[in-house]
């Protein structure tokens, strides 16, 4: 048995486990991932998250989901690296970088008291080439046409690091409202949709005005979270591209467990919220 120190830490409710490995070697990240995220036998999460050594920026951060599959790029997770980073010393300013299995990404730190209170992230440029996403669709997925478990739907799809599928509940009608949405049933059926070859992470929208959107997401490989930054991202872009919002304004985006402001624009997104620690605490593997 090996004993691990961690850090559980939350971004608007997406919570995930920290492991400092500049100093602890993880061998089976994956395995421990399905082993310590489990709510009633481990520790509790969405997953864990190793934030490592880089060649090429101040860390690297890779993130497993709760059922052991290694995700590219997480929103919250990386506000949350970056918190780690800055009030463990391991970085000394509040501009930093942070490597992940997307590209390098940019954060702004912002402190309250000495230590991070609020992130801003630069997510890079959204991807709209459908190929790209991936989806089985050419060119831009905006207001697509698909049938998933019987029913037509018109979905808009956005790669930030990962692929998104966003619907908006005016279309779809017999989804009901955001409060009442059978999530797990039908979110499912996204994820696995012929029409996504890596599988998807789908966002069900409604529009309050055009500058505040809500959102539920069910993630692949976790079912639904409490927060989705990537999600709040593709969500923000798919309703500029439908015609919802502005480009260039800060869009709030509402989830179950809190907001976050994003601002799309032709260079990129950014991505604006909260990092936590919940505790800290050793676990034996």
Request: net charge negative; hydrophobic share 35%; glycine share 10%.
């Amino acid at each position: 048995m090996t004993k691990l120190s961690f850090t559980k830490m939350q971004g608007i409710g997406n919570d995930y486990i920290y492991f400092n490995c500049f100093e602890t070697k993880i061998d089976d990240p994956n395995a421990l991932a399905v082993k310590l995220s489990d709510r009633h036998f481990g520790i509790g999460g969405d997953g864990i998250v190793l934030i490592c050594p880089s060649d090429v920026a101040d860390a690297k951060m890779r993130m497993f989901n709760l059922d052991g599959s290694e995700g590219k790029m997480c929103g919250n997770a990386i506000r949350c690296v970056g918190k780690y980073l800055y009030d463990n010393k391991i970085v000394n300013k509040t501009e930093i970088s942070v490597e992940t299995l997307s590209g390098i990404k940019y954060l702004q730190l912002f402190l309250k008291d000495g230590k991070v209170d609020t992130v801003k992230v630069n997510m890079g440029k959204a991807e709209l080439d459908g190929r790209k996403i991936p989806t089985t669709f050419d060119g831009k997925v905006v207001s697509k046409p698909i049938t998933v478990d019987g029913k037509e739907y018109k979905v808009t799809c956005v790669s930030m690091g990962n692929p998104h599928c966003v619907v908006y509940l005016k279309d779809a009608e017999w989804l009901g409202s955001l409060d009442t949405l059978d999530i797990e049933k039908v979110g499912v059926k996204f994820e696995n949709a012929e029409y996504f070859p890596d599988r998807v992470n789908t966002e069900f929208i409604e529009i309050i005005d055009r500058t505040h959107i809500k959102m539920r997401v069910w993630e692949r490989g976790s079912g639904e979270t409490l927060a989705c930054g990537t999600g709040a991202c593709a969500s923000t872009v798919a309703t500029v591209l439908n015609g919802y919002a502005d480009k260039g304004r800060d869009i709030t985006v509402s989830l179950r467990g809190g907001d976050l402001v994003i601002n799309y624009t032709d260079d990129c997104v950014m991505m604006t919220g909260k990092a936590e620690v919940v505790f800290n605490g050793e676990v034996e593997v």
